[in-house]
């Protein structure tokens, strides 16, 4: 089966950094992505990962290491609008090979305080 | 044109009601997504169409009847829905489904069913 973990709820500071983790054990991996989505409006790509490694772009960082099945978003120089739901979705082939689709983890809940 | 529109923002239908949900997108992606998302829960996927076929039911009821007019039209109708399909429906594209292609999500519809 397919399943993904990220912690429910964080708070963080202005101007800090933020890591958000998220685990997955899927068949068929095929690239992980990091959407962020403010509460109300739709999921906004964020980032994409299909090799281990870091990508890193302006103000967010995301991680991945395929063998341990482990990816994180980096936040930095947190700022209040940053506070938003942060989800962690896993591409991965039908069995078959014949489609590909995302599957989105449970999200993470960012607070981000003065 | 970098967005992908959906129609109506809200709806609210009784059970015996039918009605659809509209969605459009002028990128010329060729793969089209519908999905189902609770209150405070990730996206789940519903359906995916590729090429404007069908590729992807989520084992959705048959209720909830997909659409693929033109490549960048996708429906979906509503027909004797229950009241816990009350939720946002959101409408994504992708230019494939393949590779690293992220997938843009519309505004959503949300949905109550009374």
Request: proline letters at 5%.
């Amino acid at each position: 089966g397919q399943n993904i973990d990220q912690p429910t709820e964080m708070t963080a500071t202005e101007g800090a950094i933020v890591q958000i983790n998220c685990t997955y054990q899927t068949s068929g991996f095929n690239g992980l992505f990091w959407y962020q989505q403010h509460a109300g409006e739709a999921p906004t790509f964020l980032s994409y990962n299909v090799l281990d490694g870091l990508e890193e772009k302006g103000r967010f960082s995301s991680f991945l290491s395929r063998s341990k099945g482990y990816s994180y978003l980096l936040l930095k120089e947190l700022q209040m609008k940053d506070s938003a739901s942060y989800l962690c979705a896993v591409r991965a082939w039908e069995t078959g090979g014949a489609t590909n689709k995302l599957i989105f983890g449970t999200g993470t809940l960012l607070a981000v305080q003065p | 044109d970098t967005e992908v529109t959906q129609t109506p923002k809200h709806l609210v239908m009784g059970m015996t009601n039918k009605k659809s949900l509209k969605c459009e997108q002028h990128m010329g992606h060729r793969a089209m997504y519908w999905y189902k998302q609770k209150a405070k829960k990730p996206p789940e996927l519903m359906f995916v169409y590729s090429y404007e076929k069908l590729s992807i039911n989520e084992s959705v009821p048959s209720r909830f009847s997909p659409e693929c007019p033109n490549s960048s039209l996708l429906n979906l109708h509503l027909h004797a829905l229950q009241p816990e399909d009350s939720a946002l429906y959101l409408c994504a594209s992708s230019q494939d489904e393949g590779s690293n292609n992220e997938q843009f999500f519309g505004p959503g519809t949300r949905l109550t069913v009374l």
